[in-house]
């Protein structure tokens, strides 16, 4: 039996190293990938309900192909929370707790060490249904006091620009939101003179500025409802921004409807 045990701990020694191997050749070394290799190790000493396990080892995988590091974390800490719930042995649930302390202390989404102290008491309450009922509240706090976590470093969106008979014209039909708070317009070789911008903000719940149109020195507040903004002479890039953080049932947004300019080609 000791002789079994051992080859059994062996191959898992063997498993989680040649895993390593793998996510240092394919992710490199960081904090994330510390993460994932950890979680793993969690998974390799798991037992307990097979369907938490099956849910956590494939969205661990999944991970490893994320491309942005705020996926990354998102799906390692769904996939660790999911795994430290469902597991009954106290060392998997050690190796999953230093997984998230790594995904967190990432730095890569925000707001998530919030959720550290309901994953630390869950590692130590004998049933399932505790460990999930801790994480459940810890995600209820956290959302209470900050909202979806955002990524840190946050998205920056670039308007697809047309040039037809003298208009310039920029196009994004993606909503600007908390994930992806800042829109820019670029112009090439192109002197602009004028530059018309319609956009529609909204998802607060009060009539202050949802956001900011920045044109060099100048700035323009963007209002809730449509805004028609007009910029003469606009020094680009011309940028749109998201200014409004998140509230308990406020979801701030900003459509851009429309953007054009008249141009002179530059000689």
């Known amino acids: ?3 079994r045990m051992s080859i059994t701990n062996l191959s898992r020694v063997l498993a989680l190293a040649v895993f390593t191997a793998s ?8 904090l994330l ?4 290799c950890l979680l793993t190790a969690g998974i390799l000493t798991y037992r307990g309900v097979r369907i938490a396990l099956a849910a956590s080892f ?12 705020s996926i990354m974390a998102a799906l390692l800490m769904t996939g660790s929370m999911i795994a430290l719930a469902g597991s ?9 707790l230093a997984s998230t302390g790594l995904a967190i202390a990432s730095g890569a989404l925000d707001n998530l060490f919030l959720l550290f102290p309901a994953v630390l008491a869950a590692v130590f309450l004998p049933r399932a249904w505790q460990r999930g009922a801790a994480e459940g509240a810890g995600l209820a706090v956290m959302l209470l006091a900050a909202g979806l976590p ?11 620009e047309s040039i037809e008979e003298g208009t310039a014209e920029w196009i994004h039909s993606e909503p600007m939101d908390l994930a992806t708070p800042v829109l820019v317009l670029e112009a090439g070789e192109e002197k602009i003179e004028h530059l018309s911008l319609i956009l529609s903000a909204g998802g607060t719940r009060d009539q202050l500025p949802v956001g900011l149109v920045v044109s060099g020195e100048s700035t323009m507040p963007v209002m809730p409802g449509d805004n028609t903004l007009e910029i003469r002479n606009p ?6 921004l998201l200014t409004r953080g998140w509230k308990p049932f406020n979801h701030p947004v900003i459509h ?3 953007a054009e300019a008249r141009v002179e080609q530059a000689d």
């Open 1 to 3: 039996m000791n002789w």
């Open 23 to 30: 996510v240092a050749l394919v992710r490199g070394p960081s």
């Open 33 to 36: 990938a510390g993460s994932l």
């Open 58 to 69: 494939f969205l661990g995988g999944l991970s490893m192909m994320a491309g942005p590091p």
């Open 88 to 96: 009954d042995r106290i060392i998997s649930r050690v190796l999953i």
């Open 150 to 160: 955002a990524a840190a470093d946050p998205n920056i969106a670039h308007a697809s």
């Open 235 to 240: 020094d680009f890039p011309v940028t749109v």
């Open 256 to 258: 851009l409807i429309c």
